[in-house]
Structures are given as C-alpha cells and as structure tokens.
C-alpha cells in the first residue's frame, strides 16, 4: 500500500515546549564530533556573543523526531515504518539554537512523490522560541520502501 498523497498539506498540533539543556547540547556535541568550543564550553560561547552553549547545526532533529512521531502514527498515513529510511536532512535557521531556549515545533506535510513502489515524504517542522519567533526549521525526507 502506498503513502496516502493526501497528507500533503496536512499539519499537526505543536508539540513542546522543549527546553533546550546544556548537557543534551554537550552530549550531542561529543556523539557528532563536533569540536567548535561554543557547543560544549559556556565561556567560549559567551566570548563569541550567545547567552549559553550553541547547540551543533544538525541538534533540531532531537525536536523533530516528535513531531515525525505524529506523522508516523497516523492511521490513514499508509507509512509502515520498518520500511522507512531516511533520504535527506536539511534545516533553515533565523538564529542558533542556544541551551535554555524553549522549542515549540509544528510539522507541516510539503511533498508525498511516489518513484514506482516507493515513496518519498518530505515535511517541514518549524521551531519557534518561547516568544514565538522563529529559530529554525527542519526539512526531512523520509523514503518508504514498497513491496517487493
């Protein structure tokens, strides 16, 4: 059964907030080699002009993963998820995410394509801060195998 085409344009309910520690942003830092001082020593973060330690650049997919959770479960989304893998990550920032910010994420359905018996789902969660401005967005694409 293939990807219902009908998501597309569907959004789900925000989830959050997510607040942002200091020590998940370390740890991600260590578990993605990322080096730069700002991600893990709060210091070197201050010295380049943020108010705590810079999460690394790929870190929204820790709040995305819940809101690909809801797409994931909906009923009448056709998506079996042993037969998913992920096909592409991309994000777009207005500003880094810092330790201490609070993230409310909504994902938008942009693209279902089908190439044969697989399918391509491509959604937008777009991050916002506790004021409600815009921090990052996360575009993902996950392709669904089809049957053999």
Do not use: C, W
Request: charged letters at 20%; zero cysteines.
């Amino acid at each position: 059964m293939s990807v219902n085409p009908d998501l597309v344009g569907r959004e789900f309910p925000p989830v959050g907030p997510y607040l942002v520690g200091r020590e998940k942003v370390r740890e991600f830092a260590k578990a993605v080699f990322a080096t730069n001082p700002i991600f893990s020593d709060l210091e070197a973060a201050r010295a380049a002009g943020h108010a705590d330690v810079v999460a690394p650049p790929t870190f929204p997919v820790v709040v995305q993963e819940h809101t690909l959770a809801q797409l994931l479960s909906e009923p009448d989304a056709n998506i079996d998820f042993s037969r998913v893998v992920h096909g592409d990550q991309r994000f777009t920032y207005s500003r880094p995410v810092v330790a201490g910010d609070e993230l409310t994420a909504t994902l938008e359905v942009t693209s279902v394509k089908s190439l044969g018996a697989h399918s391509m789902v491509t959604s937008e969660s777009v991050m916002t801060d506790a004021t409600g401005e815009h921090v990052v967005t996360a575009i993902s694409t996950l392709v669904v195998r089809g049957e053999e």
